[in-house]
């Protein structure tokens, strides 16, 4: 059996070892609680001032517009219903775009149940808004626009700077989900007026079970989780101060190799794409040409299904995704792809190769090395599939 490939980049990364070894004392010897007054809980509290400020330090924010989360679920459910509901007087309607991540598009239905209106924004052929469209959805009662800044799936950016420019002075609160954008394209919010940000501690190898909800300074949220009083009032609930110190430890390396490595993956990515396309025949790209994560390589080939080739592939030893493991319970496609324009049998035979840190060269020699017979050999198979 050959060495195992993983390349699901986007549905989990491994911990840094890193950050491991900063995180293991506040398991044992540092376990305070940063709301205890005594020395054990100075401990406790003077490691969240400081992690909430290596944090900041990463996205070019102040430490007091960190919220630490549980996760993106959380900080996507603050921000949108935490936004909505503190923010109703001024306005009841809320655009989002047709690809956002299904924590986005769950909190849009459960806005519309509360009595808001959501407009969403369509999107084109390689899932990109243009802020046009977005510009021209907007209406007297518009109060939050929430766009991701890069696809989790197709790995399609989006055009963030410009449309946050073209909200800026309408008064209109702009949000993005930044999960699958952080740590692979630089986020610097000095430099760009973004309101509320969802960022994720796994997404940059920190631990699971951590996030971030980014909120500029004025911004107001009515909290979602309600107890004494943590996070400003704005979270609740005893901090985990061990994944808060781990994540900090993770931005920090990030802050220092972030650059290098994503040329590094950009190199393996465009290795996929080239001899993927060059070796499967009917074989497509997902997503944008030149407007994608440097981690990610998106294909659709025509006549056979995602599902047999992840089996095929997991057979080889080499771990893939079909698309966002988010949604992978339900058997519906993709909804992005469907918005991109795709058929259902189209977009039900994509693969999504997302590398990372710990990717090796030889894993994309592997993948290119199998997935042509592996594709072949299912189109034997497929009624669907005519030469
Ligand atoms: N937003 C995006 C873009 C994601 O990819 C994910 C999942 N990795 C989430 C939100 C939700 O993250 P979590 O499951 O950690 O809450």
């Known amino acids: 059996m050959s060495e195992r490939v993983y390349l699901d980049y986007q549905s989990a990364k491994p911990v840094d070892p890193r950050v491991v070894e900063a995180m293991l004392p506040f398991f044992t010897t540092r376990f305070g609680n940063a709301s205890a007054l005594h020395t054990v809980g ?84 390689f899932g990109r808004v243009s802020p046009d469209k977005i510009r021209a959805r907007i209406t007297d009662d518009t109060i939050l626009v929430s766009i991701g800044w890069a696809s989790n799936e197709i790995g399609t950016v989006q055009p963030m700077h410009e449309i946050a420019e073209m909200l800026t002075g309408t008064g209109v609160a702009l949000h993005t989900d ?34 971030v909800l980014y909120l500029r300074k004025g911004v107001r949220v009515a909290p979602t989780i309600i107890g004494g009083g943590q996070e400003n ?3 609740s609930g005893t901090e985990d101060i061990a994944s808060i110190a781990g994540m900090a430890t993770a931005a920090d390396i990030m802050a220092a190799e972030m650059a290098q490595e994503a040329v590094r993956l950009a190199t393996y990515r465009d290795r996929l794409i080239e001899e993927i396309l060059a070796r499967v025949p009917h074989a497509h790209l997902n997503g944008h040409p030149q407007h994608r994560l440097p981690n990610n390589a998106h294909f659709r080939f025509e006549g056979i299904e995602g599902e047999s080739l992840l089996l095929s592939l997991k057979d080889e030893g080499i771990s893939v995704s079909t698309g966002s493991a988010c949604s992978s319970k339900t058997l519906a496609p ?11 049998e189209e977009a039900h035979g994509s693969l999504e190769l997302t590398v990372g840190r710990f990717s090796k060269e030889s894993d994309v020699d592997r993948i290119i090395e199998v997935l042509p017979g592996v594709v072949r050999r299912l189109r034997t198979l497929s009624p669907l599939y005519k030469e």
Not at 80 to 95: E, F, P, Q, T
Not at 184 to 200: E, G, N, R, V
Not at 334 to 344: E, M, N, V
């Open 42 to 125: 100075d401990d406790a509290t003077s490691t969240l001032d400081e992690s909430r400020a290596r944090v900041a330090r990463l996205f070019g924010a102040e430490p007091d517009e960190i919220v630490f989360t549980s996760g993106a679920t959380e900080s996507n459910n603050l921000a949108l219903m935490g936004y909505c509901l503190r923010n109703k007087r001024k306005g009841d309607h809320v655009l989002i775009s047709e690809a956002e991540h299904i924590s986005i598009l769950n909190c849009a239905k459960a806005l519309e149940k509360s009595g808001f209106r959501v407009t969403r924004v369509p999107i084109d052929q």
């Open 178 to 211: 930044a999960v699958a954008a952080q740590g692979l394209l630089p986020i610097d919010m000095a430099a760009i007026p973004i309101d509320l940000m969802t960022l994720s501690s796994n997404d940059i190898y920190g631990p699971r079970g951590l996030g």
């Open 233 to 235: 009032g704005l979270r």
């Open 334 to 344: 993709s909804h992005t792809l469907i918005s991109c324009g795709l058929l259902h």
